[in-house]
């Protein structure tokens, strides 16, 4: 099962890149919560079903002209997936480029994605998806 949880995980990534509603639409429970509670962003919300995963995409696509997020890392589980990502953007109108890198939790039920969370750190992830040791 693991394996083709970190197969929708990629595809999710691909989707985003692409900006294709569509294919995310095919991997994520209408249902599926983004959590940025726990990121080092500016934005620490929560987004839940299509209306907020939309709005959570579209957040990043407004402000940056281009962005493509790569994995790292995978960390495999039963029901969830921790990576490391690496996003590149250059921001829109202002041109600024931007390097991050930073943990997903990913959580998935029925070969679906329910949940998304951005951590600061690593082991918080990990714990969070009940992968720490």
Same mark, same amino acid.
């Given at each position: 099962?693991?394996?083709?949880?970190?197969?929708?995980?990629?595809?999710?990534?691909?989707?985003?890149?692409?900006?294709?509603?569509?294919?995310?639409?095919?991997?994520?429970?209408?249902?599926?919560?983004?959590?940025?509670?726990?990121?080092?962003?500016?934005?620490? *919300?929560?987004?839940? #079903? @299509?209306?907020?995963? &939309?709005?959570?995409? !579209?957040?990043?696509? +407004?402000?940056? =002209?281009?962005?493509?997020?790569?994995?790292?890392?995978?960390?495999?589980?039963?029901?969830?997936?921790?990576?490391?990502?690496?996003?590149?953007?250059?921001?829109?109108?202002?041109?600024?480029?931007?390097?991050?890198?930073?943990?997903?939790?990913? *959580?998935?039920?029925? #070969? @679906?994605?329910?949940? &998304?969370?951005?951590? !600061?750190?690593?082991? +918080?992830?990990? =714990?969070?998806?009940?992968?720490?040791?």
């Amino acid at each position: 099962m693991a394996q083709g949880n970190v197969e929708v995980m990629r595809a999710v990534y691909d989707a985003f890149n692409r900006r294709d509603l569509d294919a995310l639409w095919s991997l994520v429970d209408p249902e599926c919560e983004v959590d940025l509670t726990n990121s080092m962003g500016f934005d620490r *919300s929560k987004y839940t #079903g @299509r209306e907020g995963v &939309l709005k959570f995409f !579209e957040s990043y696509w +407004d402000s940056f =002209e281009s962005i493509t997020i790569e994995v790292e890392e995978c960390i495999e589980g039963r029901d969830a997936v921790v990576v490391v990502i690496r996003a590149r953007g250059r921001g829109f109108g202002s041109g600024v480029e931007v390097d991050a890198r930073g943990p997903h939790a990913w *959580s998935f039920s029925k #070969g @679906r994605v329910v949940r &998304l969370a951005l951590h !600061e750190h690593l082991e +918080d992830a990990l =714990e969070m998806a009940g992968l720490s040791e």
